[in-house]
Nanobody, 118 residues
Framework: QVQLVESGGGLVQAGGSLRLSCAAS????????MGWFRQAPGKEREAVAA????????QYADSVKGRFTISRDNDKNTVYLQMNSLKPEDTAVYYC???????????WGQGTQVTVSS
């Protein structure tokens, strides 16, 4: 069982930046596709970004393209989400997740709150 722990959330003004981190407890992390998701109050959870196990391919939700960047450091068992030009509508709890290779998200972190004030 891999444990994922997010950090880096907080309160920021619109236009500001935050960098989220997600640390995995197991070195098998390097074999997993990793993703970031978010859930705002009263809304369904949505996918934000995903990155291949090598880190050479990434996908983004249209709403964050050009503003967010996902990256990973397999030596540190950590995936990051750099969030720039933040907007109030980015306010949500952000979760990281791991796909072992079966096409489903097998492990989830506990989430970190991001609040963007206008």
């Amino acid at each position: 069982q891999v444990q994922l722990v997010e950090s880096g959330g907080g309160l920021v003004q619109a236009g500001g930046s935050l960098r989220l981190s997600c640390a995995a407890s197991d070195r098998t992390f390097s074999n997993y596709v990793m993703g970031w998701f978010r859930q705002a109050p009263g809304k369904e959870r949505e996918a934000v970004a995903a990155i291949s196990w090598r880190g050479d391919r990434a996908q983004y939700a249209d709403s964050v393209k050009g503003r967010f960047t996902i990256s990973r450091d397999n030596d540190k068992n950590t995936v990051y989400l750099q969030m720039n030009s933040l907007k109030p509508e980015d306010t949500a709890v952000y979760y990281c997740a791991a796909d072992k290779g079966g096409g489903s998200w097998d492990y989830w972190g506990q989430g970190t709150q991001v609040t963007v004030s206008s």
